[in-house]
Protein backbone atom coordinates (compact mmCIF):
# COMPACT_ATOMS: atom_id res chain seq x y z
CA UNK A 1 0.00 0.00 0.00
CA UNK A 2 1.61 3.48 -1.05
CA UNK A 3 1.40 5.76 1.85
CA UNK A 4 2.61 9.23 2.94
CA UNK A 5 2.48 10.01 6.49
CA UNK A 6 2.95 13.69 8.02
CA UNK A 7 4.12 14.28 11.03
CA UNK A 8 5.73 16.96 13.77
CA UNK A 9 3.03 19.74 13.55
CA UNK A 10 1.81 21.35 16.67
CA UNK A 11 1.34 24.56 18.74
CA UNK A 12 3.78 27.39 18.83
CA UNK A 13 4.60 30.92 19.05
CA UNK A 14 5.16 33.48 16.77
CA UNK A 15 8.93 33.36 15.83
CA UNK A 16 9.11 29.74 16.84
CA UNK A 17 10.92 26.67 14.61
CA UNK A 18 9.27 23.29 13.51
CA UNK A 19 10.29 20.60 11.49
CA UNK A 20 7.76 18.74 9.84
CA UNK A 21 8.55 14.55 8.15
CA UNK A 22 6.99 13.15 5.51
CA UNK A 23 7.26 9.43 5.43
CA UNK A 24 6.82 7.35 2.62
CA UNK A 25 6.14 3.58 2.69
CA UNK A 26 5.01 1.49 -0.14
CA UNK A 27 6.97 2.84 -2.99
CA UNK A 28 10.28 3.33 -4.51
CA UNK A 29 10.46 7.02 -2.69
CA UNK A 30 14.42 7.53 -4.05
CA UNK A 31 12.44 8.25 -7.47
CA UNK A 32 9.81 10.12 -6.56
CA UNK A 33 9.81 14.58 -5.93
CA UNK A 34 7.61 15.40 -3.24
CA UNK A 35 5.88 18.94 -2.64
CA UNK A 36 4.39 20.30 0.19
CA UNK A 37 1.33 22.09 0.21
CA UNK A 38 -0.45 23.42 3.06
CA UNK A 39 -4.18 24.79 3.27
CA UNK A 40 -5.03 27.69 5.96
CA UNK A 41 -8.70 27.52 7.91
CA UNK A 42 -10.74 29.43 4.52
CA UNK A 43 -8.43 28.99 1.80
CA UNK A 44 -7.24 26.89 -1.07
CA UNK A 45 -4.36 24.48 -0.73
CA UNK A 46 -1.25 26.18 -1.74
CA UNK A 47 1.84 25.33 -2.97
CA UNK A 48 4.86 25.44 -0.57
CA UNK A 49 8.14 23.47 -1.97
CA UNK A 50 9.09 20.99 -3.85
CA UNK A 51 12.50 18.51 -3.95
CA UNK A 52 13.24 16.14 -6.57
CA UNK A 53 14.58 12.85 -5.88
CA UNK A 54 18.71 14.07 -6.31
CA UNK A 55 18.08 17.05 -3.98
CA UNK A 56 18.94 18.65 -6.89
CA UNK A 57 15.99 20.75 -8.34
CA UNK A 58 14.36 22.29 -5.09
CA UNK A 59 11.62 24.72 -5.74
CA UNK A 60 9.66 27.61 -3.37
CA UNK A 61 6.94 29.35 -3.34
CA UNK A 62 8.43 32.83 -3.18
CA UNK A 63 6.54 33.31 0.20
CA UNK A 64 7.92 30.98 1.58
CA UNK A 65 12.06 31.82 0.76
CA UNK A 66 14.47 32.48 3.04
CA UNK A 67 12.06 30.97 6.14
CA UNK A 68 10.94 27.58 4.67
CA UNK A 69 13.50 24.28 3.96
CA UNK A 70 12.89 21.17 2.44
CA UNK A 71 15.22 18.77 2.23
CA UNK A 72 15.38 14.49 2.22
CA UNK A 73 16.80 11.29 3.20
CA UNK A 74 16.09 8.85 0.54
CA UNK A 75 17.54 6.24 3.10
CA UNK A 76 15.25 6.68 5.41
CA UNK A 77 12.55 7.47 2.97
CA UNK A 78 11.96 10.97 4.49
CA UNK A 79 11.65 14.55 3.23
CA UNK A 80 11.15 17.39 5.80
CA UNK A 81 10.05 20.84 5.76
CA UNK A 82 12.11 23.09 8.27
CA UNK A 83 10.47 26.16 9.07
CA UNK A 84 11.97 29.20 10.83
CA UNK A 85 10.46 32.72 12.25
CA UNK A 86 7.19 31.14 12.36
CA UNK A 87 4.21 33.68 11.69
CA UNK A 88 0.45 33.02 13.04
CA UNK A 89 -0.49 33.24 9.01
CA UNK A 90 1.98 29.74 8.86
CA UNK A 91 -1.32 28.18 10.27
CA UNK A 92 -2.78 25.87 8.19
CA UNK A 93 -2.57 21.87 7.42
CA UNK A 94 0.54 20.98 5.92
CA UNK A 95 0.43 18.20 3.45
CA UNK A 96 3.46 16.26 1.52
CA UNK A 97 2.34 15.01 -1.76
CA UNK A 98 4.82 12.43 -4.27
CA UNK A 99 4.96 12.93 -8.02
CA UNK A 100 6.82 10.11 -10.29
CA UNK A 101 7.23 12.32 -13.22
CA UNK A 102 9.61 14.96 -14.21
CA UNK A 103 7.74 18.50 -14.61
CA UNK A 104 8.30 22.41 -15.93
CA UNK A 105 8.82 24.41 -13.02
CA UNK A 106 5.63 26.05 -14.12
CA UNK A 107 4.01 22.73 -13.21
CA UNK A 108 5.63 21.79 -10.05
CA UNK A 109 3.30 24.12 -7.55
CA UNK A 110 -0.34 22.25 -9.38
CA UNK A 111 -1.77 19.84 -7.25
CA UNK A 112 -2.66 17.83 -9.98
CA UNK A 113 0.99 17.16 -10.75
CA UNK A 114 1.16 14.77 -7.80
CA UNK A 115 -0.17 11.10 -7.56
CA UNK A 116 -0.19 10.45 -3.56
CA UNK A 117 -1.14 12.55 -0.97
CA UNK A 118 -0.50 12.43 2.31
CA UNK A 119 -3.27 13.05 5.01
CA UNK A 120 -1.83 16.79 6.80
CA UNK A 121 -0.35 17.52 9.48
CA UNK A 122 -1.83 20.68 11.63
CA UNK A 123 0.48 23.77 12.67
CA UNK A 124 -0.93 26.59 14.69
CA UNK A 125 1.10 29.14 15.13
CA UNK A 126 0.34 31.60 17.93
CA UNK A 127 0.73 35.73 18.06
Known amino acids: QVQLVETGGGLVQAGDSLRLSCEGS????????VGWFRQAPGKEREFVAR????????HYADSMKGRFTVSRDNDNNTVYLQMNSLKPEDTAIYYC????????????????????WGTGTRVTVSS
Open 51 to 58: IRWSAGSI
Open 26 to 33: GLTFGMYA
Open 97 to 116: AADAAVRRANDVALEHSYEV
